[in-house]
């Protein structure tokens, strides 16, 4: 390793923990440190597995356990067993904790603000940049693609947040039933496949995919938690969708979607789909993309002469 790179590496991790204040034992003035800020966090809406957030964030036991037990005397969390595996504990925000988490989003936008108010515009872009990179490049490494089951819970909930999403963001809402029928037998293989990104173990992206023999290939369901767009989450799903569906002999891929999902749009468009008519009565959509999916070569073979 370039001596240079870990010397960088080491003034770049001093410069930031200085600037965000993580070396203050009053972290946004919130009266606890960071670490137990960040935990509060982490934890988000709903049970998580005490094991797993550990995993997620590097802690060991006994220092996760006083966070938590910090946490839970200020009346923000709540610790017990799993309702699904007697074996392990899980901890949930309260109503208190939610609120808790919703201040220090507004502390951080402040501090943040302040921080950047001494840089003028150019500056500025150039270190949203940078952030953008290293963000990308410390956490791609930790996410993971993998074909599951539709009907999973995993799944399921991820769906769940995508319908969510759409009913907040669509001025008419966002009605499934009155969406065009994709059940989980056609995102089940052979007539399909469905996709869940992990992030740490946890799901923050899904994509599915009908495999109709003959015919083009079509997606449905692609999502992407708001906490982990710009890490290049949604280029991921669509790898994994194209390939299956060159995989499975489709020459064309097509999808639906709507003008208000800006991002996805330019998204698509920037990996080459081209708007065409409507092929399916979505009434939830008004923009529908297509693309030809060309064959990729096979290996080169050789042999000693």
Known sequence: MDPRLIQSFRQFQRVVTREVGALQGDFLDRGRPFAASRLLWEIGEGDVEIAALRSRLGLDSGYASRLLRALESE????????????????????????????????????????????????????????????????????ISVEEIDPASPEAVWCVQQYYAELQEMFDAGYDPAKAVAVGVEDLTEPRGAFYAVRLHGQPIGCGGVTLPPGEPAFLKRMWVAPSARGLGVGA???????????ESGATTVRLDTNSTLGPACRMYEARGYLQVPDFNGEPHADRWYAKGLQRQAPAASSSAS
């Open 75 to 142: 009346g923000l969390v709540e610790v017990g067993p799993s309702p699904v595996d007697a074996r392990a504990r899980v901890v949930r925000r309260t109503a208190a904790g939610d609120d808790e988490a919703a201040r220090l989003d507004e502390a951080s936008d402040e501090a943040t603000g302040v921080l950047l108010s001494g840089l003028d515009a150019d500056d500025q872009r150039a270190l949203d940049a940078a952030a953008r990179t290293v963000t990308h490049l410390l956490t791609r490494p930790h």
């Open 236 to 246: 991921m799903i669509l790898d994994a969708l194209e390939a299956r569906a060159r």
